[in-house]
T-cell receptor
Framework: ETGVTQSPTHLIKTRGQQVTLRCSSQSGHNTVSWYQQALGQGPQFIFQYYREEENGRGNFPPRFSGLQFPNYSSELNVNALELDDSALYLC??????????????FGPGTRLTVL | QKEVEQDPGPLSVPEGAIVSLNCTYSNSAFQYFMWYRQYSRKGPELLMYTYSSGNKEDGRFTAQVDKSSKYISLFIRDSQPSDSATYLCAMTPSGSARQLTFGSGTQLTVLP
């Protein structure tokens, strides 16, 4: 069974630029959630995708957007980067259906630094 | 005020000690409670998962939930240096695959 993978591992951008982060979900999972973890803080929910549709969103501005593909992999896009966007971005996959709810399994994260 | 409060520590204990980690929360809708462990530069990994009030034991780990007090705990018995990590509590109203609300994490060091 393949775990959750994320790319790239590290990224350095300058303020105002745009960035795309990628996530491959665990085999058999149909849901991907994205979280932002600032240094010394717990992860904060950005949004979740279920079967290619957004299925919940946290308190993040519209410049944070996402996609989920038919193979359930996902992208997180952030436009007009700000210094405060510097953080570890975590992707978590899970199986969501009407019968049972699975727990979320996290990838290793992408560390984004905005200069 | 944050929905989930967690003492950030750092907490340092000798090997073999019993460790107690705690979170309080304000949202009475939370029904599912989790503890994640996060090693440096890694993603969180699930340790314990409980639904509603009660206790759950798994090896050296015991999770407790007291919904009347809005208080959850994780106990680690016979702590090992390999337990050194940040411990995050997380909770959600509607199933563990849904949006999780995390505490800020407690950094634990177990000294050999």
């Amino acid at each position: 069974e393949t775990g959750v993978t994320q790319s790239p591992t590290h990224l350095i951008k300058t303020r105002g630029q745009q960035v795309t982060l990628r996530c491959s979900s665990q085999s058999g999972h149909n849901t991907v959630s994205w979280y932002q973890q600032a240094l010394g803080q717990g992860p904060q929910f950005i949004f979740q995708y279920y079967r290619e549709e957004e299925n919940g969103r946290g308190n993040f501005p519209p410049r944070f957007s996402g996609l989920q593909f038919p193979n359930y992999s996902s992208e997180l896009n952030v436009n007009a980067l700000e210094l405060d966007d510097s953080a570890l971005y975590l992707c978590a996959s899970s199986l969501l259906d009407t019968v049972s709810t699975d727990t979320q399994y996290f990838g290793p994260g992408t560390r984004l630094t905005v200069l | 005020q944050k929905e989930v409060e967690q003492d950030p520590g750092p907490l340092s204990v000798p090997e073999g000690a019993i460790v107690s980690l705690n979170c309080t929360y304000s949202n009475s809708a939370f029904q599912y409670f989790m503890w994640y462990r996060q090693y440096s530069r890694k993603g969180p990994e699930l340790l314990m998962y409980t639904y509603s009030s009660g206790n759950k034991e798994d090896g050296r780990f015991t999770a407790q939930v007291d919904k009347s007090s809005k208080y959850i705990s994780l106990f680690i018995r016979d702590s090992q240096p390999s337990d050194s990590a940040t411990y995050l509590c997380a909770m959600t109203p509607s199933g563990s695959a849904r949006q999780l609300t995390f505490g800020s994490g407690t950094q634990l060091t177990v000294l050999p």
